[in-house]
């Protein structure tokens, strides 16, 4: 049974990993997975109820990050609609390549850490696509923007899903995190940016005009935008703050912070035209939400949580344990792996493999796993969601990527786990 179950699980695995060459979504082939997975299961265990008693147990887990991310998803979406980015556009009149690559990269870097790394790629290249005409150029920059909301979204609970992951499971603190990962993060960003400062040179060139869909144009005046962009992030940020006071899981204060925004949303859009109203509302936000992505981390947080139920994880875990003595190494090359497979599944087979009785809440260990998982993933295009959608959006190619901004990446990586561990050893 286990070696069917994981036969299915690396087929799976490898689907996903090459879901541009055989063009299958990555969402179908791990709900196929995920389900696969539980089916051997339960058909070759002697108590069915035992295993459909253990199924709920995870769902009931990975309910909670899919809340949360429906939520935040929402949340942004009704923010874009309300063309509240486009006050954060409007400040940028930068053309010199390299402080607009300076600019761009910290802009994003701490717009990732208020939203989160998919969510800010996708509304960087959009500027990026306004700002530098150029394809090559264009190309170069989103790489290195895919650096910069990796960089961001792990020092942050709300910044990337494993960090919520971790933090949801109560592995990590918001605090402990901004403290500890914070630094590291800024020089895994700071490296790639001063390396590509001596080579790159001139002036961007910007579209000269912009075309619009009239149709599609929604007068709304800047008053309006601020205040839906004000409102949106405050709400987002928030959301720690909630549970830290509550105690109730973040999904809690995610679905409270939807529920107000729904609400101010409907007053103050109230005495638009029926056509503006629906275009604004919450109803078509939730239709422009990403819901593939939210099935993909269902069907592949199922998958690693049939892993856990048989145990292939703890004995994972002895084995690490066994042959690599170091904590940091061990973690360092999880980082490095999340590079290769997504970051999702290997920090919920970590939550697995290392119970909090073995290390307990903001633990180095965690804290490091979160830095890893969050950066790691930048080192390939297809190693984290941000890559994913900038490869989408950009039509950037996988070995371009390798040539161009993998070694930047793994340089900026090292150097932040580097300083990571080196901040570690002065606070203890």
């Not at 051997?40 to 295993?51: A, G, K, P």
């Not at 006050?87 to 010199?96: E, G, N, R």
């Not at 717009?111 to 969510?119: I, K």
């Not at 839906?228 to 999904?251: A, E, N, W």
């Amino acid at each position: 049974m286990e070696s069917l179950i994981i036969a299915i699980f690396i087929i799976g695995y490898a689907a996903i990993a090459f879901e541009h060459f055989i063009k299958v979504n990555k969402a179908a082939s791990a709900l196929i997975t995920g389900v696969l997975c539980w089916t051997v299961y339960i058909l070759y265990s002697t108590n069915h109820h035992d295993v459909s008693i253990q199924l709920e147990h995870h769902l009931g887990g990975l309910s909670g990050i899919l809340f949360f991310l429906l939520c935040a998803m929402t949340i942004v979406e009704i923010i874009d609609a309300h063309k509240g980015f486009d006050f954060v556009t409007s400040l940028i009149t930068q053309k010199d390549k390299r402080k607009l690559l300076w600019i761009l990269s910290f802009v994003t870097f701490f717009m990732s850490s208020a939203l989160d790394n998919l969510t800010t790629t996708i509304v960087v290249i959009s500027l990026l696509k306004k700002l530098v005409h150029e394809t090559k150029d264009r190309l170069f920059f989103a790489g290195i923007m895919v650096i910069a909301a990796n960089a961001g979204g792990a020092w942050s609970p709300i910044g990337d899903v494993t960090t919520t992951m971790l933090w949801i499971g109560n592995q990590i603190t918001t605090s402990a995190i901004i403290y500890q990962c914070i630094f590291p993060s800024i020089i895994s960003l700071m490296l790639p940016l001063l390396v590509v400062s001596f080579h790159l040179k001139g002036n961007v060139k910007s579209h000269e005009k912009t075309v619009i869909n009239y149709e599609e144009t929604i007068s709304l005046s800047q008053r309006h935008q601020r205040f839906i962009l004000f409102c949106g992030l405050s709400l987002l940020l928030l959301i720690p703050v909630f549970k830290t006071i509550t105690h109730l899981p973040p999904y809690m204060g995610a679905l409270i912070a939807l529920g107000i925004l729904w609400v101010i949303t409907e007053f103050i859009n109230d005495k638009k035209d029926e056509k503006t109203k629906m275009r604004l509302s919450i109803g078509r936000a939730l239709k422009n939400v990403d819901t593939q992505s939210i099935l993909f981390f269902l069907g592949i947080l199922l998958s690693v949580a049939s892993l856990e139920s048989i145990g292939v994880l703890s004995q994972l875990s002895t084995s690490l344990a066994t042959h690599i003595k170091n904590q940091n190494m061990i973690v360092y090359l999880i980082g490095m792996i999340s590079a290769i497979i997504d970051n999702v599944p290997l920090v919920a087979a970590a939550q697995g493999m290392y119970g909090l009785s073995i290390y307990p809440t903001d633990n180095s260990f965690w804290l490091f796993l979160a830095y890893a998982a969050g950066n790691g993933g930048s080192i390939l295009i297809i190693g984290s969601a941000a890559g994913v959608a900038a490869m989408g959006l950009e039509k950037i190619s996988f070995f371009w990527y390798l040539k161009k901004i993998s070694f930047l990446a793994f340089l900026g990586y090292s150097a932040g786990a580097l300083a990571f561990i080196l901040q570690q050893y002065f606070i203890s």
